[in-house]
């Protein structure tokens, strides 16, 4: 069983920059190939990104390619997403998460098998 905790979640002005962590309990986390994913309101859970279990193959939202980083430390336990150039429709909560076994890290959610609870990021334009 692995548990996700996001932080690092604010408010910021457009053209900002934030980075949320999601730190993983368990033994096994570098097993797991992780993403990121966000939700507002009245609306679907979106994709933005992906990182495999080793940390070098990547997969982006075409929403955030060129502006959002995500990155790994398999021995802290800890996903990244450094999100730059920030535009208030990135305004949304959001979720780590953790897919076990198949180093998924695709859009699909039901691929995934462990969900954070969310961190609320807000821009103001």
């Known amino acids: 069983q692995v548990q996700l905790v996001e932080s690092g979640g604010g408010l910021v002005q457009a053209g900002g920059s934030l980075r949320l962590s999601c730190a993983a309990s368990?033994?096994?986390?570098?097993?797991?190939?992780m993403g990121w994913f966000r939700q507002v309101p009245g609306k679907e859970r979106e994709f933005v990104a992906g990182?495999?279990?080793?940390?070098?193959?990547?997969n982006y939202a075409d929403s955030v390619k060129g502006r959002f980083t995500i990155s790994r430390v398999n021995a802290k336990n800890t996903v990244y997403l450094q999100m730059d150039s920030l535009k208030s429709e990135d305004t949304a909560v959001y979720y780590c998460?953790?897919?076990?076994?198949?180093?998924?890290?695709?859009?699909?959610?039901?691929?995934?098998?462990?969900w954070g609870q969310g961190t609320q990021v807000t821009v103001s334009s």
């Open positions: 990182i495999s279990w080793s940390g070098v193959r990547f």
């Open positions: 368990g033994r096994t986390f570098s097993s797991y190939a």
């Open positions: 998460a953790g897919s076990a076994g198949r180093d998924y890290l695709g859009p699909t959610r039901n691929q995934y098998d462990y």
